[in-house]
């Protein structure tokens, strides 16, 4: 049987959970991340400045899972885990690196709309 067609936009259709992954805060920068190359867990911590150990576990997980990311496991003691992005992933990157300059080009005008809009003044 083939697979049904997508539908975000309807509430019981699975294809909102892929949204609601690829469209998360921590995935996002993960995938920014992913985009310069291979990362090791600790490095992917650090430039993904306030995740938490149990956040950022949990979306590589769920990357992972839904072929975006590919998970390296060396088998050395100390363990050696890297992640790298998948066909997929990569293809996904390029969407989530526009969306990131789009943000960094636009967050002067949004930071003065939202203080002018909190004064009480029409942006």
């Not at 975000?8 to 993960?30: H, T």
């Not at 992913?34 to 997980?61: F, H, N, W, Y």
């Amino acid at each position: 049987m083939a697979n049904p067609k997508a539908n975000p936009f309807n509430s019981s259709c699975p294809s909102q959970e892929i949204l609601a992954l690829i469209g998360g805060k921590w995935s996002m920068l993960v995938l920014c991340i992913l985009s310069d190359g291979p990362v090791r867990t600790g490095e992917l911590a650090r430039r993904a400045g306030g995740i938490s150990q149990k956040m950022l576990t949990q979306t590589l997980r769920e990357l992972t899972r839904h072929g975006i990311v590919h998970r390296r496991d060396y088998g050395t003691v100390p363990p050696r885990v890297d992640y790298s992005l998948t066909p997929l992933g990569e293809s996904l990157s390029g969407l989530v690196r526009q969306i990131e300059n789009w943000v960094e080009s636009n967050y002067p005008r949004m930071s003065r709309a939202a203080r002018s809009y909190d004064a009480g003044a029409p942006a």
